[in-house]
């Protein structure tokens, strides 16, 4: 992804550090000449992202080789203010905040993303909202349900992880600077005057105070990615077992070249919830291993936090894949209403044994009510006929249902009880 690549990265530590070259000018340690000095510097184009991590894998840090060559352009442009450089800070704090800049800059995408999804599903819901679907319980037929409200979860589902994704980003992604051990000894008493200013440089909050070895802020952001992407990942297995070829209800939009086989020409795989799915596997190990790395020693770690990028990397450019394909799905879903009829009509009536039963229970009570729907049920099977038939038919249902009431029982509207209200409650809400 673009935005988390070792090129962003670097631009994004050169701009902590010219940041705070202007912030130690308007704090009054430095002139605004070596402020000017420090950030000419940080705009040259001469380093390389990929020389730069070579040589940071052996220094520790790329930020060591990074400072050595700022120090030096700097100089070239004014020796007084390449003493300067970096002053105050230490390399966590570049890089930490380095990866706020980044995280928040990839968020704005996946923020769009959701948008994107959660209004073609509430359109989609609304058209939808008294189609009439086999509802599905372990795999299995059951009760008919609304499709429009199986695609009004979906939204909400979205909706909900959107605003869990923006809230622990309002919480986590803060300025990072607190120099080796967290208190700005070097800055005398101006480390707090130092800080307010980087913050209002880089447009990010300031955290009460430097946060080195508690972790805790960007794994509960990670920790909400790793929710969105299940979110994600169950609307993709749902589409997926919607565009198996018995059932055939869903199909993802189709170009050339998407979801065709090497062997078998009249496939269409469902190739978009696929890489959802996939990347979605991958995701309980990558928060894991952020939530494993969160015991860090005293005031900076050694392992802990120098493990975590490759982790916030891979965990964010998932949910950008997943959300970007997903988004694509929702704008192209195809819908068969008619093979969803066609699926519910195959299944004889049997799944409205529930409400059979219900209509039955006051007047012969639990036990015989399912007892006689379960011998209704196998001689509808039996004789090949509507579950319907064969109640009508039956004695006991009609000295307790007359004619109405049992059509009542098999009105497949009457049948989608409270979805409309469901639905409602599903999109109008600001959390669902």
Known sequence: ????????????????????????????????????????????????????????????????????????????????ASHFVHFGATSQDILDTASVLQLKKVLQSIYRNLTRIDSEFTNLAAIHKRTPLLGRTLLQAGPPISFGLKVAGWAAAIRRGKIRLEEAAQLSLCL??????????????????????LADELDLPLADAPWHTHRDRLVNLASSVGVLMGSLAKIARDISLHMQG?????????????????????????????????????????????????????ERGLGGWQSEWPSFKELFSAALTASSIMAEIAEGLEVDTERMRSNLNAAKEVVFSERLSASLLPKLGRVEAQNLVGALIKQSIKQKRTLSQVAAENTVVQSVLDTDALAGVFDIQEALGSSSAFIERLLNKEVS
């Open 176 to 197: 990072q600077f607190g120099g080796p051990v967290g208190n700005l000894s070097s800055l005398d008493f101006k480390g707090l005057e130092v800080s307010q200013h």
């Open 1 to 80: 992804t673009h935005a988390l690549s070792s090129e962003q990265r670097l631009k994004a530590m050169l701009k902590v550090e010219a940041a705070l070259g202007s912030a130690l000018a308007k704090s009054g340690i430095i002139t605004q000449e070596h402020a000017n000095a420090i950030q000419e510097a940080c705009r040259a184009d001469s380093l390389n992202a990929q020389e730069l991590e070579s040589q940071g894998a052996k220094a520790g840090t790329p930020v060591i080789p990074l400072v050595k060559q700022l120090v030096a352009q700097t100089h070239s442009i004014s020796e007084s």
């Open 246 to 298: 018995e059932i055939d209800e869903l199909r993802e939009p189709s170009e050339p070249g998407k979801g065709g086989s090497s062997a078998m020409p009249h496939k269409h795989n469902p190739v978009g919830c696929m890489h959802i799915l996939a990347a979605a596997n991958r995701t309980p190990a990558i928060v894991s291993s952020l939530l494993s790395a969160m015991p860090q020693e005293h």
